[in-house]
């Protein structure tokens, strides 16, 4: 019964984190444009440099460091939301997430070799990327199933009722 109650809970929380991952996956390549177009390669290498000098431990206050600047942008966008001004609340929630991500990604591209030195930090590596494997298992049936009703495939309800739309919508653009 509890199982049956928590499951919705559980899909929701998969789908939040590979929304996550798609984020990190996709600003990732976004994020080394930018390094190209801008002279951030030579910041890169010179990051790079610098973190082969340090240890592992203090690699990891270069990873988490870059992310505090951008607190207060977030605490700004819900300020904005408490005074109900929603467009800017979430633009400006969106660009620090977007911006977040997208510097985490970079730093950690610098750092993971270093980081991943650390047992402990291996561990919770490895463990992020089994959820994110056990997320994509969960959503999979889902994100298929949401595919075939889109298509119209299949003799469930839901595909006979997108294939009358769509006959319905062919049948009024042919009128006019």
């Known amino acids: 019964m509890l199982r049956r109650l928590l499951q919705p809970i559980w899909v929701l929380l998969a789908v939040i984190f590979l929304i996550e991952a798609w984020l990190w996956d996709h600003l990732e ?16 290498t010179w990051l790079a440099d610098r973190v082969d000098t340090l240890s592992p431990a203090m690699t990891l206050i270069v ?48 750092t993971r070799p270093k980081l991943l030195e650390m047992g402990w930090f291996e561990r919770l590596y490895e463990f992020v990327m089994s959820l994110r494997a056990k997320a994509a298992a969960l959503v999979d ?4 199933r949401i595919v075939e009703i889109l298509r119209g495939d299949g003799d469930r309800w839901s595909s006979r ?16």
């Open 63 to 110: 990873f988490a460091v870059p992310v505090i600047p951008l607190f207060p942008l977030k605490l700004i966008g819900f300020y904005l939301l408490t005074h109900e001004y929603w467009l800017s609340a979430v633009f400006t929630i969106l660009f620090a997430k977007l911006v977040g991500v997208g510097i985490t990604a970079f730093v950690f591209d610098v």
């Open 141 to 144: 049936p889902i994100k298929q």
């Open 161 to 176: 009722m997108l294939r009358l739309i769509q006959r319905f919508r062919k049948s009024v653009h042919e009128a006019r």
């Open 29 to 44: 390549p976004i994020v080394a444009w930018v390094v190209a177009k801008l002279p951030l390669q030579a910041f890169k």
